[in-house]
């Protein structure tokens, strides 16, 4: 069993809309928890980077929650546009080896006009 | 900066065949990594260099996959002989610091495919 999950598998939402999505982990203890956006074709990329004592970071239109005691994490995309559809990917880093990185199945955002 | 490159974008290739992956990270980054993700699931850790050392092999399949750094620049992935479940998209990634915080970003490449018929 992956010790990321992530829901839902995909989402549709109209321009102009906002979404969150969820993780839950169950990596422990863990270092960092990262939001990743990956486009078609391209790797992923970076959008937010909380540790264990911080409940919220901010990118931008994108705004990610951790909840350490819960092990759940959200990512909520504000006034979404069309750029915003790709692939969001959870990743949880652990303490010990933070590059054996676990990694979510993705959330699949598709934004349409 | 030019980010991390990797080559080729796609490759099909008979079950058998060999394949060699090219990853070339960030200029002056030291750690290298190599992930996958097959079948549409989530990625997976395969291996991490540092410089040419490898520093970490736990995540690679089997002994069909060799990984090789010679001069700590750029890496390949071979895949001798390669299998139907090896298909998938193999991601390169590389940081300067050996340890992954938020002052050490993984830069991600934008992965090879790999599909073996």
Redesign the interface.
Known sequence: K?Q?EQSPQSLIILEGKNCTLQCNYTVSPF??LRWYKQDT??????LT?M?FSENTKSNGRYTATLDADTKQSSLHITASQLSDSASY?CVV?PFS??????????TTVTVRA | EAG?TQFP?HSVIEKGQTVTLRCDPISGHD?L?W?RRVM??????LL?FVKESKQ?E??MPNNRFLAERTGGTYSTLKVQPAELEDSGVY?C?STMGQ????AN???????SRLTVL
């Open positions: 992956n990321v270092s960092n074709g391209r790797g992923p990329v970076s980077i540790t990917i880093s080896n933070d590059y054996k990185l676990s990694f979510g199945a993705g | 991390v974008s750690n990594y992930y549409g699931k989530e990625i997976k850790f991490h970490d736990s995540g991601f990634a340890t992954y915080s938020g970003v993984l830069t991600f490449g934008a992965g």
